[in-house]
């Protein structure tokens, strides 16, 4: 069955780098988009960008400048990594894979960050 | 971006009872929508895509609905374990947005 697990650090040292990976089954990263949403403590949803199933990428323009996402098609794993934390960045960071028609049909389990020193 | 306003921010209702949330698109966004329920602790799980069609598994007492810019979700008969935020989403354009949630609680 579709599956989706993140995993990383719950704790980052502020201006440091945060690195997230998503290891899927059930599925393959080359057939399916990928989407990185974070979601902080009681608040809502906030899109942070996709991997593409060709290969590309696009990213929310707030976070362009701290934000790369990239791939190991042969871990079936998806990677994010975002630069220069702050205590904003503290929640709750979820991927998931997007449906046919485009909506989010699976998420991970999600992985808590704290950004503090 | 496509705004997505969220209506209401809370709400409490009663076990049997019918409840429905809003949503509204700062345009028309084809049907392109989808909501999730999320309880707490976990992570969001799709109810309804493309408006008003179920996702596989979840119950008949949720439908959604609408066109254009307005959508609902209404959940009919409603029971212990619908208690949860509940959140719509754009996916008709780049960047898919989301509204801010409705928290729905028991009476």
């Known amino acids: 069955q579709v599956q989706l697990m993140e995993s990383g650090p719950g704790l980052v040292q502020p201006s440091e780098t945060l690195s997230l990976t998503c290891t899927v089954s059930g599925f393959s990263l080359t057939s399916y988009n990928v989407h990185w949403v974070r979601q902080p403590p009681g608040k809502g949803l906030e899109w942070m960008g996709v991997?593409?199933?060709?290969?590309?990428?696009d990213y929310n323009s707030a976070l362009k400048s701290r934000l790369s996402i990239s791939r190991d098609t042969s871990k079936n794993q998806v990677f994010l990594k975002m630069n220069s934390l702050q205590s904003e960045d503290t929640t709750t960071y979820y991927c998931?894979?997007?449906?046919?028609?485009?909506?989010?049909?699976?998420w991970g389990q999600g992985v808590m960050v704290t950004v503090s020193s | 971006d496509i705004q997505m306003t969220q209506s209401p921010a809370s709400l409490s209702a009663s076990l049997g009872e019918t409840v429905t949330i809003e949503c509204r698109a700062s345009e028309d966004i084809y049907n392109g929508l989808a909501w999730y329920q999320q309880k707490p602790g976990k992570s969001p799980q799709l109810l309804i895509y493309n408006a008003n069609s179920l996702h596989t598994g979840v119950p008949s007492r949720f439908s959604g609905s609408g066109s254009g810019t307005q959508y609902s979700l209404k959940i009919n008969s409603l029971q212990s374990e619908d208690v949860a935020s509940y959140f719509c989403?754009?996916?008709?354009?780049?960047?898919?947005?989301f509204g801010a949630g409705t928290k729905l609680e028991l009476k």
């Open positions: 991997m593409w199933s060709g290969g590309s990428t």
């Open positions: 998931a894979r997007e449906g046919i028609v485009g909506d989010f049909d699976y």
């Open positions: 989403q754009q996916y008709y354009d780049y960047p898919p947005t």
